[in-house]
T-cell receptor, first 115, second 115 residues
């Protein structure tokens, strides 16, 4: 069975500070990993995804994530937080079940950016 | 393209009432799904469909019905609403549902309160 653990349901950073949101996964090989962002009162939208190849994945709005197989991690980072980054972030792992895609989401991390 | 649309945005029901949450997509996606989002629990899959006429249960299907008569539409029916069904409901679609790397596209959500 696949699963995702997001460490920290709430993270606060100062504007301009590093953003680090943690995600660990459990999955059969190979894992396909996603980060989605949910702005207030909106649906989720894709930030980035890891499929194969380069382990450092760049996404929208300056975010990136690094796939580390040895640590079963896929942490999300951004060098400098902006007020507009305040949102909830979901890590997800994707696999197959019965021939179709099965996506398991983490419980989410709410990012607060302090001016 | 409008993407994934959901109606209504907000709904209040009394216990025992029934209603249908509407979902439509204009991207010609084969795979559509319904999730519910509850605080601290992330997104949980209710039902999904891999094409017109084909539906299956997800993680939390009890109390919900779905059907898929066209590629575009995937309504979710609450048969007899209960307070435990108070939640935010998201509809999502993806290209085929057979690829583990498919991105899901989410609607804006329906916020349902059952009194």
């Amino acid at each position: 069975a696949q699963s995702v653990t997001q460490l920290g349901s709430h993270v606060s950073v100062s504007e301009g500070a590093l953003v680090l949101l943690r995600c660990n996964y459990s999955s059969s090989v190979p894992p396909y990993l996603f980060w989605y962002v949910q702005y207030p009162n909106q649906g989720l939208q894709l930030l980035l995804k890891y499929t194969t190849g380069a382990t450092l994945v760049k996404g929208i709005n300056g975010f990136e994530a690094e796939f580390k197989k040895s640590e079963t991690s896929f942490h999300l980072t951004k060098p400098s937080a902006h007020m507009s980054d305040a949102a909830e972030y979901f890590c997800a792992v994707s696999g197959h079940s019965g021939g179709y895609q099965k996506v398991t989401f983490g419980t989410g991390t709410k990012l607060q950016v302090i001016p | 393209n409008a993407g994934v649309t959901q109606t209504p945005k907000f709904q209040v029901l009394k216990t025992g009432q029934s209603m249908t949450l509407q979902c439509a997509q204009d991207m010609n996606h084969e795979y559509m799904s319904w999730y519910r989002q509850d605080p601290g629990m992330g997104l949980r899959l209710i039902h999904y469909s891999v094409g017109a006429g084909i539906t299956d249960q997800g993680e939390v299907p009890n109390g919900y019905n779905v059907s898929r008569s066209t590629t575009e539409d995937f309504p979710l029916r609450l048969l007899s609403a209960a307070p435990s069904q108070t939640s935010v409901y998201f509809c999502a679609s993806s290209y085929s549902g057979t690829g583990s790397t498919d991105t899901q596209y989410f609607g804006p959500g329906t916020r349902l309160t059952v009194l």
